[in-house]
């Protein structure tokens, strides 16, 4: 880490906001000084104004059963609601969503298109018996189903939990065990780079690993055979075209659960995080519209997928609330080939666009020739999400994608805040390229030491969160302990986000990633546990150490190292084997990169296995001292595989 503390310090470059923005900016200076001044009426103010509710809250928050806060507790509302039903009397035929397909076709959905596809849907789930409280697993593509899916759960009071449809089938059967989903809203394929993902196939496989599960509803895209199970698997379209285009909203609590999303945390069990209603929805507007600044007549384009947070805060429940006309891709950025974004940018003149760091380095090894081929001028202001940007690749998007004259915000946040948290404010705050500035108004995080004690500028520690905000996680599904034991005991009273970070000389954040065992891959979270424990489950595999190292496109590349049963011979077909047993048991995104089989990994007298080392190792750099070890010999073996594993 005091490496890159070392490098941030020299970036001295700063990009004043853009001074169309600042003249008509959403946010100003007044949030900071109503928030510093009264961070409760603050966050009530937003409620109130950003929310149609059955009946306002009277309270703002509970925290006598603290880290178990309570937001606008007497508060009533439905987000379905909120997002649809009271946009269409003025707005019914605003589109919601351009969508576009990966093979090329598309749609254009209406706000009133979209309330009633959403009601159709919601009148089929009761049909199967849906009811309020139910969990719902959602394993879909991006197509405008799963938008869909998660506001008619949303409508009915029932819980989404959206799988990512890059997850193996018993990645999703863990999930679905994990929350007792009792239906999944699936589809018999999904479109990724022109191939088919079998969705449909990968759901009947997990499903001989639960028994949770009473209903399929499968949307027809992909055209690829399936295999229908009478009485428990229904055709979308057969479910749904024949119901009702009106359906009662719910009258939800505004600490009724919303919905589940699965992380990855320390140990190989995902935690499910879980979110409520109007603290949920009162973080995302609020956000949404200071962040991204989006006027009424803007097109606004979150390229990214609903099956991560990002998605289902900035795709669907921020800028639905917020009456956003939004672009949606079902696709890969390099398909059909690497002019793809750029093409969907001029055809529908996209003014906001927000993608993540990883995507910047892989359209710059692309070349700009790509961006170059089209009329990006449309564009005001780019956002990034999900990892540390490194200046480099935000000069590359201010200047190649941005035309050197948009607002760049990049955001922190985490499935676990909701929404975002330090950011700039395009109106306000004068950029550093790699520095995600500062808190959002109403958001007390800080840089603490070891002992919680926040630090001096200059000086870098651990990211933590003072004092509770409306978005924030309620519980980990089903295990308040682990609730409790991964955020709220590192320190007393405060929230422990798990990220390195440290204030330059103005006070500015700068992020420096996870100091946990924590891999983000493509700004993706994988454990490093998790991967261990997939490998440990081969046949073939004595004990697994996985670390993340650096790696110029995804930013950590997952690298493991093996040891064998007695009798198993280390080849190239073996490592091959592991590689796609990990993907089979967690996803394609959770295959290593690469893996060295080795005699023996490097451990401490105690028996603890060394990772930094491994990290020092994969990463090519001069190693400390070894001496603690107790097998040092070990190390330059290590040294010479991990060199040769390099171009897996
Ligand atoms: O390490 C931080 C990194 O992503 C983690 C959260 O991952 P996830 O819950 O999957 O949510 C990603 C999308 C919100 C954080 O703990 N992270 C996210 N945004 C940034 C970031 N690191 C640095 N800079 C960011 N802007």
Redesign the pocket.
């Known amino acids: 880490m005091s490496e890159k503390i070392e490098n941030l310090l020299g970036e001295d470059r700063t990009f004043d906001p853009p001074s169309s923005i600042v003249e008509n900016a959403n946010a100003t200076q007044e949030w900071f000084d109503l928030a510093n001044e009264d961070r409760l009426a603050y966050w009530q103010k937003q409620a109130l104004e950003r929310i149609t509710w059955y009946k306002e809250p009277k309270e703002i928050l509970d925290d006598s059963d603290a880290p178990f806060y309570k937001w606008f507790k007497d508060g009533e509302l439905n987000l379905a609601y909120n997002c649809l039903d009271r946009h269409l009397e003025t707005d019914g035929d605003r589109i919601a969503f351009y969508w576009e397909g990966e093979p090329g076709d598309s749609q254009e959905i209406t706000y009133k298109d979209l309330y009633e596809r959403v009601c159709k849907l919601s009148n089929g789930l009761k049909e199967l018996d849906v009811k309020k409280g139910d969990r719902i697993a959602i394993y879909l593509g991006m197509t405008p189903e799963i938008v869909i899916s998660m506001l008619a759960c949303a409508r009915i009071g029932a819980v989404h939990s959206v799988v990512f449809g890059g997850f193996s089938a018993e990645a999703l059967a863990d999930r679905i065990n994990d929350a007792e989903a009792k239906v999944v809203i699936t589809a018999d394929g999904a479109w990724r780079r022109g191939d088919i993902v079998p969705l449909k196939q990968n759901v009947d496989d997990s499903l001989k690993l639960t028994d949770h599960i009473e209903s399929v509803i499968v949307v027809k895209r992909t055209e690829n055979d399936v295999t229908m199970v009478d009485g428990r698997d229904y055709w979308y379209s057969e479910l749904v075209d024949k119901q009702e285009a009106d359906c009662e909203p719910e009258v939800m609590n505004a600490e009724d659960m919303l919905y589940i999303l699965y992380?990855?945390g320390t140990t190989a069990k995902p935690k499910g995080?879980v979110h409520t209603q109007a603290g949920y929805l009162t973080g995302v507007t609020t956000t949404h519209s200071a962040v991204f600044d989006v006027k009424e007549d803007d097109i606004y384009w979150c390229a990214?997928d609903c099956g991560?947070?990002?998605g289902h805060?900035y795709i669907v429940y921020g800028p639905l609330a917020n009456k956003t006309t939004s672009v949606m891709y079902e696709g890969a950025p390099n398909a059909p080939d690497e002019k793809r974004l750029w093409s969907i940018v001029e055809k529908y003149k996209v003014n906001i666009f927000y993608t993540?760091?990883t995507a910047i380095r892989a359209f710059m090894k692309w070349g700009v020739e790509h961006p170059q081929a089209h009329d990006l001028t449309s564009l005001r202001l780019l956002g990034?999400?999900?990892?540390?940007?490194n200046p480099e690749a935000w000069m590359w998007y201010h200047e190649n994608i941005g035309n050197e004259s948009c607002a760049i915000v990049?955001?922190?946040?985490?499935?676990?805040?909701g929404s975002?948290m330090?950011?700039p404010l395009p109106g306000i705050t004068s950029t550093k390229p790699g520095s995600?500035c500062g808190p959002m108004p109403g958001i007390d995080a800080v840089v603490v030491d070891e002992n919680g004690i926040e630090v001096s500028k200059g000086e870098g520690g651990y990211?933590a969160v003072k004092s509770p905000w409306p978005s924030m996680l309620r519980t980990v599904f089903g295990d308040e302990k682990r609730y409790i034991d991964t955020y709220w005991s590192k320190y007393d009273g405060m929230y422990f986000?798990?990220?390195g970070a440290k204030y330059d000389d103005d006070g500015y954040f700068w992020?420096?990633?996870?100091v946990d065992d924590?891999m983000?891959i493509s700004?993706?979270?994988i454990s490093t546990a998790e991967v261990e424990s997939a490998l440990v489950a081969h046949e073939s595999v004595a004990e697994a150490a996985v670390i993340g190292r650096a790696d110029e496109i995804s930013g950590e590349a997952i690298a493991a190292f093996v040891t064998l049963i007695g009798g198993y011979e280390g080849n190239e077909e073996l490592i091959s084997t592991l590689r796609q047993h990990v993907s089979d048991k967690i996803g394609p995104i959770a295959k290593p990169k690469s893996i060295v089989i080795t005699n023996d990994l490097p451990k401490t007298r105690s028996g603890k296995i060394m990772r930094r080392l491994l990290k020092d190792i994969s990463e090519e750099r001069k190693l400390g001292d070894v001496t603690t070890l107790a097998n040092a010999d070990i190390v330059s073996e290590l040294q010479t595989r991990s060199s040769e594993s390099r171009d897996e």
């Not at 990049?410 to 805040?417: A, F, I, K, N």
């Not at 992020?511 to 996870?514: A, D, E, I, N, Q």
């Open positions: 992380t990855s995080i990214a991560w947070v990002t805060s993540a760091p990034t999400v999900g990892e540390p940007i990049d955001t922190w946040w985490q499935t676990e805040t975002i330090i950011t995600a990211l986000a798990g990220d992020l420096l990633g996870r924590v983000n700004g993706h979270r």
